[in-house]
């Protein structure tokens, strides 16, 4: 989709390795769920000893400052200290957002999550899970399972709530209807995440280096010898979104690291009701946002408070600094003085999220994520999250090479 969106029209998000919004935290890989594109093997003894996090956490506020700590794994819902976890995590000064599949979430669960200082959940929910009792369900009939989890921390209170899902090529479709969903529970639901699908396909035509030696992919959790596709784009979902919503409208975004005009992550704020969306904001209601936190808090803003996206008609006010946030406050009066009851109504602000994950170039490049949130410690380095099944297996980056090149590297360094 070249094109649709021009990216020196919305903001570049300030995010780099050392100063950053997010922080990738693995304390197990160790996981009671498979999903479709999965990143990490599982290993039902994989939880790491406290020691063992605190010193992951050491490093991340040695080498990075940060907002807040997501932490995944795995399913981090499956490490017996996940309560201590949490609030060590506080105890450094970050909000804890815990990433998981929600089975092992309880109320009794939630209500000593919330004690120890858990900021937010985001559930990862999809039709390319294999959930028991839900099998074969499609993404809108999984709306179902979303509410459930919603209403808990709702019931909870003061818990940010997300959701992300992985976008496979057939369901692309399925994207605007979970849209609508989030939407009509604006109130509950904060943050929607749709991450388009990749795995790493074993090419034909291109080998694989590890520092200079050729390396076998196999063991490797996200590759995939089947032909399936991997290049579904963000401008792809967006594209998708705007069929049932013309105005969808990202205001920032992270680039590729190989292609500075891609969206490896959009970022939208939509402002709104149950019954309708009245706009969204724009790259300098973002970049506001941003700034004030870091000059403020000395970070950069990952997770706004609950209390704040209530505040909808409030943040109306900035619509002078932001031409979207006018055109949303123009929409809204536009409604109110019609229908002046809705006054008297919440406005709330809901984000949603297109990530892209990494891309593979012809050259046999990989375009990450630039100014990557989730960054995470491996053998005391910052390293990528969704790649480091390669130091794992083979304590470096793997590298695809064509085979041509391939061929002349290898003929180079016999002497031809």
């Known amino acids: 989709m070249e094109g649709l969106l021009d990216h020196t029209e919305l903001y570049r998000l300030p995010w780099t390795l050392p100063d950053n919004a997010i922080s990738w935290l693995e304390p197990t890989s160790s996981c009671n769920l498979y999903c479709d594109g999965c990143y990490r093997k599982n290993d039902p003894k994989g939880h790491k000893s406290l020691a063992e996090i605190r010193k992951e956490l050491e490093t991340f506020n040695r080498l990075r400052k940060t907002d807040g700590v997501s932490i995944a794994g795995g399913d981090p819902l499956t490490h017996p200290e996940i309560e201590s976890i949490v609030s060590m995590i506080v105890d450094m000064g970050q909000k804890p957002i815990i990433n998981t599949n929600g089975l092992a979430l309880t109320p009794e669960k939630l209500k000593a999550l919330k004690k120890a200082g858990v900021t ?29 989890y919603a209403r808990m921390l709702a019931d909870a209170g003061d818990i940010s709530c997300a959701f992300n899902a992985t976008v496979y090529e057939h369901t692309l479709k399925d994207v605007p209807e979970i849209v609508a969903w989030g939407q009509k529970h604006i109130d509950i639901v904060h943050i929607l995440v749709f991450i388009a699908y990749r795995a790493a396909p074993i090419y034909k035509g291109y080998e694989y280096f590890v520092g200079g ?39 920032a975004y992270l680039n590729g690291t190989e292609r500075p005009d891609h969206f490896k992550w959009l970022l939208t704020m939509r402002v709104g009701t149950k019954d309708k969306i009245f706009g969204y904001v724009g790259p300098k209601f973002m970049e506001l946002g941003q700034t004030l936190h870091h000059l403020l808090r000395g970070t950069y803003l990952a997770y706004t408070k609950i209390k704040v996206l209530r505040r909808g008609r409030t943040m109306l006010w900035l619509s002078p600094l932001d031409p979207g946030l006018a055109r949303t406050r123009t929409a809204y009066l536009h409604d109110a003085f019609r229908s002046p009851s809705l006054f008297f109504k919440r406005l709330h602000m809901q984000s949603v999220m297109i990530i892209q994950p990494a891309d593979f170039m012809p050259s046999g490049a990989l375009s990450m994520c630039d100014g990557c949130p989730d960054i995470t410690v491996y053998d005391g380095k910052l390293v990528w999250s969704c790649r480091m099944e390669e130091l794992i297996n083979f304590g470096d980056w793997i590298r695809p090479v064509p085979a041509t090149e391939a061929a002349k590297e290898s003929g180079s360094g016999n002497g031809s």
């Open 120 to 148: 937010g959940f985001t559930f990862h929910i999809d039709s390319g899970q294999n959930r028991p009792h839900m099998k074969g369900k499609s993404e809108v009939e999984l709306n179902e399972l979303r509410l459930h």
């Open 213 to 251: 030696n050729k390396v076998d992919m196999a063991p490797i959790a996200y590759a995939i010898q089947e032909d399936r596709k991997t290049s579904i784009m963000s401008t792809d979902i967006v594209a998708e979104i705007r069929k049932t919503n013309p105005g969808f409208m990202p205001s």
